[in-house]
C-alpha cells in the first residue's frame, strides 16, 4: 500500500472504466487519479453522461474498475470480493442518493436505524434519535416514506448517511430532485453535520449544482474521462 | 447485526406495507384445500373403517375353510384384543320336516362390533343385544318359523341335538349381502356345537377368528398375521368390507385429490407470479442494504427467513381455514356420515405446513437468490433494472416441488406420474406457444395504428413477462374451464354409473316353463320387458390340459372360484355393459361354434387365457370351448352379469333356471307380492337398499368434490389477480412518461383494453386446448368414464376469457392513470 493511500480515505489511482455494448466499446472514464483526505468536501462536477456518477460508484465500491486502482479507508476496493467491500461500505462509507432510496416499508427512524443495525452499533436507537432530531424530523420518525415530502424524504436519507459516523460519505446529485430552497437547506445540512459529527468525515458530492460546488473544500469538472481541477 | 432481528422487523414491515398480501392469499389458498381434503378423508376414511367393522362384527376377521391355527387366537390375545370364532356351514334342520339352513355357530363375546338384533315373537319390533344365544338355544330368521310352522319356544332339531328357539333374528351385522343367500339362518352358542355332531373333520365349514381392539394393536396385528398366512387364509380389513361401495369411495378420493393438486398447481403459480412482483418491488430496498454494507450471505439469510416465517405463518393460517372448511363440508355430509365422526388425526396439519413450505420454496426461493444478488450500483443506476431469475433454476426448482408434491398428494403413483407428465408437458406447450403467438402480435403491432399498436406493442416489448403474464392467466382460465369439464361432464358421467333406472329388483329360480307367463306379467305390469338370462351350474374341471384344483392357488379368491361351482349362462349378444377387452365376439348368433366369453379380471385371477380350452362339469357331463374374447364388466351397472358366457350351442340343451333384474319405482311395490303369489318358487332379491347407498355416496362425493372445487375457483382467480398485479410497477412509470408526452386517459385506457383483451383471448384459447385434453385424459385413462367434447366450452373460454381478463385488467389498472404522472415518474414512495 502507498503512503499516499494511507493518509487518504477515498484514493483512486490509474482509473479506468470501459463498458462493451452493441454499438462497439465506449470508455468512460481513462487513467484518472484522485486522493481524497479526511474532512475535504469534494465536489465533482461535468456534464450528464460524463461519467461521474460511474466515478462515486467505482470510489464507494459499488462497481469493478477495469483498470488502476481504488483505495478505501486504506484497503484496496478493486481486490475485495463484493462481502469484504459490503463489510467495507458498514460503518465507513454513507450515501446520499438523488431518489432518496428509503426503504419504503421502513418509517423514517427504522431506515436511520438500518445501518447502525448493520454495523451492531450498541446505541443505535439513541443515535438515530438523535440524528433525525437533528435533521427536524423528531416528530416524524414513526412515519413511512410515502407521508413524507421529497425535502424530508432526502433529510432521512442525511441522518441515515451520518448516524454511523461515517468516515467518507457519497451523494450523487442529492439536491437533483428537490426544488431550490429545499435544495439549499439540504446542502446546509450535509456541511453542517459533516462538522458536527466531529468524525471529520469526508463529503464527495456529484453534482450539477454550482452553488452546491461553490461550498466545498474542492473542484474538479469531468471531461473526457478524466478530472479536472476547478478554480 | 442479528439476521433473525432483521428479518422480524422486514417481515412486519412488508406485511403492514401489504406487499405480502397476494402471496399470501395463494398460500392459505393452497395450505386450506390441502389440509381440508386432508382433514375430512381422515375422518371419512375413519368413519366408513367403523362402518365397516360393523359390517364384519369385528376390525379384523380371518377366514379359512379349515380350521385357524390357534396362534392367531393366541398372539391376538397376547397384544390385548378381543377375540370371537364363527363356524359357518350348510346343514339341515328338522321341525315337522327337514330345512336347509345356513348355520353360524358363534361365540358368548359375538360379536366383537356392531349389534346383533332380535326380536321376541313374529310381529313384535326387534331390539338390539350385545351378545349370541346362550347354550341350548337357537335365534332363526323368520321366514324359518314360517316355512316349519314353528313359534318361539319350540325346539329344533340340530344334528343329534334339539335346541330351543330362543328369538327371531333379525340383523346381523356380518350376515354379508350375497344375493344368494337364499337358506334361512339360524345362530347357535359354539358350545353345542360338538353334541350336535354336525361337523367332522371333511365338513365345508367357513372359519372365522374375529378380532377387534385398539387401532394400533390392530395395525400391529395385521403386519404380524398378514406375514403368516397359510394359503387357504383371508384377512379381511374393516375397510375392505364393503366391496359395493369400493369403486364409489375410490373415485371419491380420487376426485378430492384431483380437486386439491389443481388448486395447489393453479395456487402455485399464483405463488410465482406473486413471487415476481415481490422481486421487482424489492429490488432498490436491497440494493440500498448492500450500499449500506448488508453483506450477501446476511441478505440471504435475512430474505429465505423471512419467506420461511411467512410460509409458516400463513401456512397455519391455511390450515386453520382448512379445519373450518372440512367442518363446513362435513356439515353438508351429516346425514350420510352422521354427525358422531371419529375426531381428525393432527397429520393433515402437518400435510398442510410441509406442503405450504414447499410451495413457497420451490416457487418463490429462486427469484429471492437472484434478489440477494441485487448489484449495490443499482441504487444510484436505475437503469440496471430487477435481477433476472435464471430460467434452468426457476424450473428446476418449481419442477421438483410440483414433483415432490403431485407424487405424494396424489397418493397414487400411476394418477401422480400421469398428472405430472400432464403438467410439464402443458406448461412447457403453454409457454411455447405463448412466445409464438406473442411474437406474431408484434408483428400485427408493425401494422397496426394508435391504440392497436401500443397495446399490442406493450404485449410484445417485455416478452418474458408477457409470456409469464399470459402463462399465469391461461393457467387461471385452464381451471376454471377444467371445473366445468369435470363438473358438468365428469360427475355427470359418474352419477350416470348408477342411472336412475338401475335396476332395484331381481329375480332368481325362474324355471324355463315360467319364462314366458313371467314375461306376460311383467308386462301387463307396465314394466320394461326385461331380458331373461339362463342361468346353469357348472364347475370348472379344466383349463386346457390342466386339471383345475383349489389347492392349486395360493390366491384365496381363485381357490374359492376353483372350490365353486360357476354361474354360467348363454347368449348371442354381449350384454351392453360389457366391453371387449382381447379377442371377439361370436358373430354368427345363435349358429356360433362352441366357444366361451371371460370377465377379464376372473380370467386374470384364475390364470386363463385367450385361447385355452375350458372344461366344465355340467349335470354330470363334460362340457368344453376355446375361450375366444375376454370381457370388462361395470358390476356397478347393477345389470343382470356373468363371468363366464357360453356361445348358444355349448349351454342351450342344459337343464338351466332364468334370472332377470329390472327397474320398480317405490310407490309399485304391490307388484312384488302379485309376483310371488303368481309365481311362488321365483326368488325376489330387493337390492334397492344397497343401490340407494351406492347413489348416495356418489352424490355425496360428487357434492365433496364440488365444495373443494371452490378453492380451486378461489385459486384461478387469484392466479388471474396476481397476473395483472405482476405488470403494475413497469406499467406505472410507462404510463407517467406516455401521459407526460401527451397520451390522453382515453387513449391509454383503450391501449390497456387492446392488451388485456389479445393477452384473455391467447390464454383463453390455449386455456380451451388444454381443458378439453385434459379432460378426456382425466375420463378415459384416470377415471375411466366416459367422456364428450364440449364446443361450448371453447365459445365461454375463448370469449369469455378476453372479456373477462380485457374488463378485469383495464379496471385493475385504471388507477395509475389517475395519478398525476410525475408521481409515477418520481417512483413508488411519493
Redesign the interface.
Known amino acids: 500500500m502507498s503512503d499516499q493511500a494511507a493518509s487518504a480515505v477515498s484514493q483512486a489511482i490509474g482509473l479506468g472504466k470501459h463498458v462493451t455494448g452493441p454499438a462497439g466499446g465506449l470508455t468512460i472514464l481513462a487513467g484518472l487519479n484522485l486522493e481524497i483526505y479526511a474532512g475535504e468536501a469534494v465536489a465533482i462536477l461535468g456534464a450528464s453522461g460524463s461519467g461521474k456518477s460511474t466515478l462515486l460508484g467505482l470510489l464507494a465500491g459499488l462497481d469493478d474498475p477495469t483498470d488502476g486502482e481504488v483505495w478505501l479507508c486504506g484497503r484496496r476496493v478493486d481486490r475485495l470480493d463484493e462481502d469484504g467491500r459490503a463489510e467495507l461500505r458498514a460503518g465507513q462509507v454513507g450515501f446520499v442518493f438523488q431518489n432518496f432510496q428509503l426503504l419504503p416499508t421502513l418509517t423514517a427512524r427504522e431506515n436511520v436505524l438500518l445501518p447502525l443495525e448493520l454495523t451492531g452499533t450498541p446505541d443505535a436507537a439513541r443515535r438515530a434519535d438523535e440524528a433525525l432530531n437533528r435533521v427536524g424530523l423528531s416528530a416524524r420518525a414513526g412515519h413511512y416514506p410515502r407521508q413524507l415530502s421529497g425535502g424530508e424524504q432526502q433529510r432521512v436519507a442525511i441522518a441515515r448517511a451520518y448516524a454511523p459516523r461515517p468516515a467518507v460519505l457519497f451523494a450523487d446529485e442529492p439536491t437533483g430532485n428537490l426544488d431550490q430552497t429545499t435544495g439549499e437547506h439540504i446542502i446546509d445540512l450535509l456541511l453542517d453535520l459533516r462538522q458536527e459529527t466531529g468524525t471529520g468525515a469526508a463529503l464527495v458530492l456529484v453534482t450539477h449544482d454550482p452553488r452546491l460546488a461553490e461550498r466545498c473544500d474542492r473542484r474538479l469538472r469531468m471531461h473526457d474521462g478524466r478530472l479536472e481541477p476547478l478554480a | 447485526?442479528n439476521a433473525w432481528?432483521?428479518t422480524l422487523?422486514?417481515l412486519r414491515?412488508?406485511w403492514?406495507?401489504g406487499?405480502l398480501y397476494l402471496l399470501s392469499a395463494a398460500l392459505v389458498l393452497t395450505v386450506a384445500a390441502i389440509t381440508a381434503v386432508g382433514f375430512f378423508t381422515d375422518r371419512v376414511e375413519a368413519t366408513l373403517e367403523r362402518q365397516g367393522s360393523a359390517l364384519i362384527a369385528a376390525d379384523l376377521a380371518l377366514e379359512s375353510s379349515r380350521p385357524l391355527d390357534v396362534r392367531f387366537a393366541d398372539a391376538a390375545q397376547a397384544r390385548g384384543l378381543r377375540t370371537a370364532r364363527t363356524l359357518e356351514f350348510r346343514s339341515v334342520v328338522m321341525g315337522e320336516r327337514p330345512q336347509l339352513v345356513l348355520m353360524k355357530a358363534v361365540d358368548p363375546d359375538y360379536p366383537l362390533r356392531g349389534r346383533l338384533r332380535i326380536g321376541e315373537a313374529l310381529d313384535a319390533p326387534d331390539r338390539p343385544v350385545e351378545s349370541g344365544p346362550p347354550a341350548g338355544e337357537v335365534w332363526v330368521e323368520s321366514r324359518l318359523l314360517r316355512l316349519l310352522d314353528l313359534r318361539i319356544g319350540d325346539s329344533l332339531g340340530v344334528g343329534e341335538s334339539r335346541l330351543r328357539i330362543g328369538a327371531i333374528l333379525t340383523d346381523e351385522p356380518d350376515q354379508g349381502r350375497s344375493f344368494f343367500n337364499i337358506a334361512p339362518r339360524v345362530l347357535m352358542n359354539r358350545a353345542d356345537l360338538d353334541a350336535t355332531g354336525l361337523i367332522g373333520p371333511a365338513s365345508r365349514v367357513t372359519h372365522r377368528l374375529l378380532i377387534a381392539g385398539a387401532a394400533t394393536a390392530i395395525d400391529a396385528y395385521r403386519d404380524w398375521a398378514g406375514s403368516r398366512l397359510a394359503a387357504n387364509v383371508t384377512l379381511t380389513d374393516a375397510l375392505e368390507a364393503r366391496p359395493e361401495f369400493g369403486s364409489a369411495v375410490e373415485r371419491a378420493s380420487r376426485f378430492l385429490h384431483l380437486a386439491t393438486l389443481v388448486t395447489l398447481l393453479v395456487a402455485g403459480a399464483a405463488i410465482a407470479l406473486a413471487s415476481q412482483r415481490l422481486v421487482e418491488r424489492q429490488t432498490?430496498?436491497v440494493?440500498?442494504?448492500?450500499?449500506?454494507?448488508?453483506?450477501?450471505?446476511?441478505l440471504m439469510r435475512v430474505l429465505i427467513g423471512r419467506l420461511v416465517l411467512f410460509g409458516l405463518g400463513a401456512s397455519l393460517i391455511g390450515c386453520l381455514l382448512g379445519w373450518l372448511g372440512q367442518a363446513g363440508l362435513l356439515a353438508a355430509l351429516a346425514d350420510w356420515l352422521g354427525t358422531d365422526l371419529p375426531p381428525a388425526s393432527p397429520a393433515p396439519v402437518l400435510v398442510g405446513l410441509a406442503t405450504g413450505l414447499i410451495t413457497l420454496l420451490g416457487f418463490a426461493v429462486p427469484p429471492l437468490i437472484q434478489l440477494a444478488r441485487v448489484?449495490?450500483?443499482r441504487?444510484?443506476?436505475?437503469d440496471l433494472g430487477t435481477p433476472r431469475v435464471s430460467a434452468a433454476l426457476a424450473l428446476g426448482a418449481a419442477g421438483l416441488a410440483l414433483a415432490l408434491l403431485i407424487l405424494w398428494q396424489a397418493q397414487d403413483l400411476e394418477l401422480g406420474l400421469k398428472l405430472l407428465g400432464g403438467v410439464l408437458a402443458t406448461l412447457l406447450a403453454l409457454i411455447g406457444v405463448v412466445l409464438l403467438l406473442v411474437r406474431l402480435a408484434g408483428r400485427l403491432a408493425g401494422r397496426a395504428r394508435g391504440v392497436w399498436r401500443l397495446g399490442l406493442a406493450a404485449l410484445t416489448r417485455r416478452p418474458g413477462a408477457a409470456v409469464l403474464q399470459i402463462a399465469g392467466f391461461g393457467i387461471g382460465i385452464l381451471a376454471l374451464l377444467l371445473l366445468a369439464v369435470v363438473r358438468v361432464d365428469l360427475l355427470e358421467s359418474w352419477r350416470e354409473t348408477v342411472p336412475e333406472g338401475a335396476p332395484n329388483y331381481f329375480l332368481i329360480n325362474i324355471q324355463p316353463h315360467e319364462v314366458e307367463p313371467l314375461r306376460t306379467f311383467l308386462n301387463e305390469a307396465g314394466i320394461a320387458t326385461p331380458e331373461l338370462h339362463p342361468m346353469i351350474s357348472g364347475r370348472l374341471t379344466r383349463i386346457g390340459e390342466h386339471a383345475v384344483e383349489p389347492s392349486d392357488y395360493d390366491n384365496p379368491r381363485a381357490e374359492r372360484l376353483a372350490s365353486r361351482e360357476f354361474n354360467l349362462s348363454y347368449g348371442t349378444e354381449p350384454q351392453p355393459d360389457n366391453r371387449i377387452v382381447a379377442g371377439r365376439w361370436w358373430s354368427q348368433g345363435a349358429e356360433a361354434a362352441p366357444q366361451f366369453s371371460v370377465e377379464s379380471g376372473i380370467a386374470e385371477t384364475l390364470g386363463i387365457a385367450l385361447g385355452d380350452e375350458l372344461t366344465f362339469w355340467v349335470s354330470g357331463h363334460e362340457v368344453s370351448g376355446p375361450v375366444t374374447s375376454l370381457r370388462e364388466v361395470r358390476w356397478d351397472s347393477f345389470n343382470v352379469n356373468f363371468f363366464v358366457v357360453a356361445s348358444p350351442a355349448l349351454l342351450r340343451n342344459e337343464a338351466a333356471t332364468f334370472i332377470t333384474s329390472f327397474h320398480l319405482p317405490a310407490e309399485r311395490e304391490a307388484v312384488i307380492a302379485e309376483l310371488a303369489r303368481r309365481f311362488p318358487s321365483v326368488t325376489t332379491l330387493d337390492v334397492e337398499a344397497i343401490l340407494g347407498q351406492v347413489r348416495q355416496v356418489i352424490d355425496r362425493g360428487v357434492l365433496a368434490v364440488e365444495y373443494v372445487f371452490l378453492f380451486t375457483l378461489g385459486a384461478g382467480l387469484l392466479v388471474m389477480y396476481a397476473g395483472i398485479q405482476a405488470s403494475l410497477e413497469q406499467r406505472r412509470s410507462e404510463h407517467g412518461i406516455l401521459r407526460t408526452l401527451g397520451a390522453g386517459r382515453r387513449t391509454l385506457l383503450s391501449s390497456l383494453a387492446v392488451e388485456f383483451t389479445a393477452a384473455g383471448l391467447l390464454a383463453g384459447l390455449l386455456a380451451s386446448v388444454f381443458a378439453e385434453a385434459t379432460g378426456w385424459l382425466l375420463a378415459e385413462q384416470i377415471f375411466e368414464l366416459e367422456f364428450g367434447f364440449n364446443p361450448g366450452l371453447w365459445a365461454v373460454g375463448v370469449l369469455g376469457s378476453g372479456l373477462a381478463i380485457g374488463l378485469a385488467g383495464t379496471l385493475a389498472t385504471y388507477p395509475l392513470l389517475i395519478h398525476p404522472p410525475l408521481r409515477a415518474l418520481?417512483?413508488?414512495?411519493?
Do not use: K, T, Y
Open positions: 447485526m432481528c432483521l422487523r422486514l414491515q412488508d403492514r406495507s406487499e432498490d430496498a440494493a440500498v442494504m448492500r450500499c449500506l454494507g448488508a453483506p450477501r450471505h446476511l448489484p449495490p450500483l441504487a444510484i443506476r436505475r418520481r417512483g413508488g414512495n411519493s
